[in-house]
């Protein structure tokens, strides 16, 4: 089945500063690349998403970028915030309907 | 939040009780998940359903049944609970199953 890894595992910022968090996947049939995001206590919440046939996708202060060559994905975060921290998680789908998930990392924005 | 619901929210259960999750759903999505949530391994499929009666295992389905009689219900069942079940259970639904996933509040099992 699919392996999907995640790095950093935990992830300190100055408030303003970016972060990144990068998902390396191995199944070269996975298509749609999920992020998530879950304060503690809750329920993980979708922030953004990529589908295989495109490279970039923005939304306000959060991108992700795709290389399906590499087979890696990245979560970019803008001008953080104290409300971005949370832990975040990428994800992978296959065309089985499952999805796989990355271990997590846990971003603290100091302010 | 979709309209998802799950229960319990908590439960607390001695091993070898049966235990039985239950997640309700009004968006009349397709696609229902089971995943549960340990420290150092993010969230795991048990297993998922895709259509009425329809149903299929994750990566971690043994010790776990579910069943789906109606669109929106799907129950998750431990025969025989053991402490390696200790976890958060999430339930999560997609409209179009390769897609976007919603979930659940969670439900917190705790198996002494």
């Known amino acids: 089945g699919e392996n999907v890894e995640q790095h950093p595992s935990t992830l300190s910022v100055q408030e303003g500063d970016s972060a990144v968090i990068k998902c390396t996947y191995s199944d070269s049939a996975s298509n749609y690349f999920p992020w998530y995001k879950q304060e503690l206590g809750k329920r993980p919440q979708l922030i953004i998403d990529i589908r295989s046939n495109v490279g970039e996708k923005k939304d306000q202060r959060i991108a992700v970028t795709l290389n399906k060559t590499a087979k890696h994905f990245s979560l970019h975060i803008t001008e953080t915030q104290p409300e971005d921290s949370a832990v975040y998680f990428c994800a992978a789908s296959t065309a089985g309907n499952q999805f796989y998930f990355g271990t997590g990392t846990s971003l603290t924005v100091i302010p | 939040d979709a309209g998802i619901t799950q229960s319990p929210r908590h439960k607390v259960t001695e091993t070898g009780t049966p235990v039985t999750l239950r997640c309700h759903q009004t968006e009349n999505h397709r696609y229902m998940y089971w995943y549960r949530q340990d420290p150092g391994h993010g969230l795991r499929l048990i297993h998922y359903?895709?259509?009425?009666?329809?149903?299929d295992k994750g990566e971690v389905s043994d010790g776990y049944s579910v069943s789906r009689s109606k669109t929106e219900d799907f129950l998750l069942t431990l025969e025989s609970a053991t402490s390696s079940q200790t976890s958060v259970y999430f339930c999560?639904?997609?409209?179009?199953?390769?897609?976007?996933?919603?979930f659940g509040p969670g439900t917190r099992l705790t198996v002494t």
């Open positions: 999560a639904i997609s409209e179009y199953g390769l897609y976007e996933q919603y």
């Open positions: 359903s895709y259509g009425v009666k329809d149903t």
